[in-house]
């Protein structure tokens, strides 16, 4: 039990890194999969390519592979920036193609007699897509989402072998300093726990609130 | 493809001519990206001979092998005990007896909701085992845990009229499961079960972060050599194509398996899972 009282300022710091890391990483894996899945759905060959390529490569590339090559490879290209930007960059950049993939599928799942009835009533594409069709597909792509960033909290343990402070790394201090290991990893479990419970809890409330049985 | 769902109308001549010339302006855009990469990649010299030269080397060729070979071995024993796992702990969650029931929902649970390097440094750091077995428990406990709800929901899609029939033909439980419910289940989720594996392959590679000698190791051993001019770029440009090479071959045959068991007369009574990854939001009812 003191491992936690002892050091809870080296535990605090590497909960408040884990949710940073996956907070702004959540950011970007939403803003770039959001992009990626309107490239896929684009009437446009070449950004449809794109965006396919984009998902494909990076749905097949293993996570640390990608940390290996942009938190060792970008410097090589004159690019330093803090090891944690990169790391939220590999983060954001592999999780948006599994974002783009539960996009794209609820919109899919949108019958298409609704986006016909939408035009046939003279509403424009704008006025089709963003009172009719995204509604629509916003309320069935909560799970999928919620289950992706879940999925993002618990790779960010990742960034923390690459030495960004996260929770995991903290295990490194504390077994320096002594401490039992074996307590070390039950109160770093309890972190991933309340994180990943909070973020499933989070999107229990919104499917509540907006999902629908369909 | 563009009127395959509800966003656009069949586009007339007009908007045709328009799109073509977004296609014209977007593939200008993504090429000359293209072109900017490839241009910092000559202006940071990575296309030196020093830097390529390792590669003809026969005992860096053996090292790289080596590396790829562990990481099949590591993915092998991975794949092999978590399937076994996963049918144990799908066994014991669709159990008639409820403590079985409760601890192996314990077990599914907390596995799934635990990162899987947490498992295997705690596996590795603090039970003092060696790499191969820290990397493949870890990924084992995962993987198992994850494929055993694959097995469950399959087991539960199969349309109640089949359990119901099964039983009423005086068949015990364990004639139902094993000659009725388990051969349309394990038809129906075996895109999902490949896909599973996929992730169990890409997961092979944290085996770099605990000193396991697999292939990204190899890889880092080559990168990090003075002589050749630390060739980091070019090794990841031999290695990330194999590696996402691997892991596409495997994706494409769930998605493979997936169109065709669909097409499959024996999985009538049962909905084919998409060839994805089992999904993980555990419920609060």
Not at chain 1, 129 to 158: D, E, H, W
Not at chain 2, 84 to 102: E, F, K, N
Not at chain 2, 155 to 170: K, P, T
């Amino acid at each position: 039990m003191n491992v936690l009282t002892d050091n809870f300022s080296t535990f605090g710091d590497g909960f408040l890194g884990t949710v940073e890391l996956t907070l702004y990483a959540s950011v970007l894996a939403l803003v770039l999969g959001f992009l990626m899945a309107s490239f896929r759905v684009a009437p446009v060959g070449s950004l449809r390519v794109f965006g396919t390529a984009w998902v494909t490569v990076l749905r097949n590339t293993p996570l640390t592979l990608l940390f290996f090559a942009v938190l060792l490879g970008l410097p090589r290209f004159g690019l330093v920036l803090p090891f944690k930007v990169f790391a939220i960059l590999a983060l954001g950049c592999y999780t948006s193609a599994f974002i783009c993939e539960a996009l794209r599928s609820g919109i899919n799942t949108v019958p298409r007699g609704q986006g016909e009835a939408a035009r046939s009533l003279g509403m424009s594409f704008g006025q089709s897509l963003g009172l009719v069709v995204l509604p629509q597909a916003f309320r069935s792509v909560i799970p999928p989402v919620g289950s992706t960033l879940i999925a993002l909290a618990k790779n960010s343990a990742i960034a923390g072998a690459f030495s960004v402070t996260e929770l995991l790394g903290t295990y490194r201090t504390l077994s320096e300093l002594g401490y039992n290991i074996v307590w070390t990893f039950v109160w770093i479990a309890v972190g991933y726990l309340i994180i990943t419970l909070a973020i499933s809890a989070l999107f229990n409330v919104l499917e509540r609130k907006w999902g629908v049985a369909r | 493809m563009t009127t395959a769902n509800a966003l656009y109308d069949v586009p007339g001549p007009k908007t045709r001519k328009r799109h073509r010339l977004y296609g014209i302006a977007s593939t200008a855009v993504i090429l000359g990206l293209l072109g900017w990469i490839l241009y910092l990649l000559f202006d940071t010299d990575q296309f030196t001979y020093t830097k390529w030269m390792p590669f003809e080397y026969k005992g860096i060729q053996e090292l790289l092998l080596r590396g790829l070979g562990n990481t099949l071995k590591a993915f092998g024993l991975a794949a092999v005990l978590s399937l076994a796992l996963g049918t144990l702990l799908a066994v014991g969650r669709l159990s008639d007896h409820r403590p079985v029931r409760w601890l192996s929902t314990l077990v599914v649970e907390f596995f799934r909701a635990m990162p899987v390097l947490v498992m295997i440094f705690f596996i590795f750091v603090a039970l003092k085992v060696q790499p191969l077995p820290a990397l493949v428990a870890g990924l084992t406990l995962y993987n198992g845990s994850v494929l055993a709800e694959v097995f469950r929901s399959g087991v539960n899609s199969v349309e109640r009229g089949q359990r119901e029939a099964a039983f009423a033909l005086g068949m015990r439980k364990v004639h139902v499961m094993s000659y009725v419910l388990v051969p349309q289940a394990v038809r129906a989720m075996l895109p999902a079960i490949i896909s599973q594996l996929v992730v169990a392959l890409k997961d092979t590679s944290l085996g770099y972060l605990i000193t396991y000698e697999e292939f990204l190791h190899a890889g880092k051993l080559i990168a990090s050599n003075l002589d050749y001019d630390l060739p980091f770029i070019p090794v990841v440009m031999v290695i990330s194509p194999i590696y996402i090479g691997m892991c596409m071959l495997l994706s494409w045959f769930a998605g493979w398996v997936s169109r065709r068991e669909q097409r499959s007369p024996k999985t009538e009574a049962v909905d084919v899972a998409p060839a994805e990854p089992g999904t993980l939001l555990p419920r609060v009812q």
